[in-house]
């Protein structure tokens, strides 16, 4: 394990879900449209995004429910019980890497093969920094605290450059702010910037 990891695999994974989960459900209803953190998307669009990226790291494992939208295209629309929608993507991801070995060396992943641990890391920071993406700009507490940005590392680290050059995913990674936790640092090199508000300030 990292020794900047509390939590890893299924247990990070978890724990992703279930901020991201609490992050929609606090959405307020007039709040789909505002800006977010994330390129030019709405608060809607990083949401369909975040799920139709979990379902591919499901579809992955499974061979079956790849998404049939582009995640990188994202639908500035909700359909009527998006909450439930994303309950059921999230637990279909859930049950995918319950089935795996801890130790398997190569998953299945919207990124290539991956060992066990990295890819739950992967799907797991998918969800956490879309979580914090959608938060930040409806005016929530940051689901994304050092225990998780902590699991979250151990994915940022191999993949967020590939993931920058091969898909422009991350913008370049920000200079960490001095003294900065471990949320602020996992943010910064990542390319976002940790103090990010509505009003750009």
Same mark, same amino acid.
């Given at each position: 394990?990292?020794?900047?990891?509390?939590?890893?695999?299924?247990?990070? &994974?978890?724990?992703?879900?279930? $901020?991201? $989960?609490?992050?929609?459900?606090?959405? %307020?209803?007039?709040?789909?449209?505002?800006?977010?953190?994330?390129?030019?998307?709405?608060?809607?669009?990083?949401?369909?995004?975040?799920?139709?990226?979990?379902? #591919?790291? +499901?579809?992955?494992?499974?061979?079956?429910?790849?998404?049939?939208?582009?995640? /990188?295209?994202?639908?500035?629309?909700?359909?009527?019980?998006?909450? *439930? @929608?994303?309950?059921?993507?999230?637990?279909?991801? *859930?049950?995918?890497?319950?089935?795996? =070995?801890?130790?398997?060396?190569?998953?299945?992943?919207?990124?290539?093969?991956?060992?066990? +641990?990295?890819?739950?890391?992967? *799907?797991?920071?998918?969800?956490?920094?879309?979580?914090?993406?959608?938060?930040?700009?409806?005016?929530?507490?940051?689901?994304?605290?050092? @225990?998780? #940005?902590?699991?979250?590392?151990?994915?940022?680290? $191999?993949?967020?450059?590939?993931?920058?050059?091969? /898909?422009?995913? /991350?913008? %370049?990674? =920000?200079?960490?702010?001095?003294?900065?936790?471990?949320?602020?640092?996992? &943010?910064? /090199?990542?390319?976002?910037? %940790?103090?990010?508000?509505?009003?750009?300030?």
């Amino acid at each position: 394990m990292s020794a900047t990891s509390n939590v890893q695999g299924i247990e990070l &994974l978890t724990l992703s879900h279930d $901020r991201l $989960r609490a992050v929609v459900a606090g959405v %307020p209803e007039n709040s789909w449209s505002a800006p977010t953190p994330c390129g030019e998307w709405t608060v809607a669009q990083v949401l369909n995004h975040a799920r139709l990226d979990q379902q #591919a790291y +499901g579809a992955a494992v499974t061979g079956t429910g790849w998404p049939e939208s582009d995640a /990188f295209h994202p639908d500035g629309t909700l359909e009527a019980g998006v909450t *439930a @929608e994303l309950d059921k993507v999230l637990a279909q991801v *859930a049950d995918a890497y319950a089935g795996l =070995r801890a130790d398997a060396e190569e998953v299945a992943t919207p990124l290539g093969p991956l060992p066990f +641990g990295v890819a739950a890391a992967a *799907a797991a920071m998918d969800a956490g920094v879309h979580a914090w993406d959608i938060a930040v700009a409806t005016g929530q507490a940051s689901p994304l605290d050092d @225990e998780l #940005a902590g699991g979250i590392r151990l994915a940022a680290d $191999r993949l967020a450059d590939h993931l920058r050059e091969a /898909f422009g995913v /991350f913008a %370049p990674a =920000r200079e960490v702010p001095q003294g900065a936790g471990r949320a602020e640092a996992l &943010l910064a /090199f990542l390319g976002r910037d %940790p103090h990010w508000t509505p009003a750009g300030s």
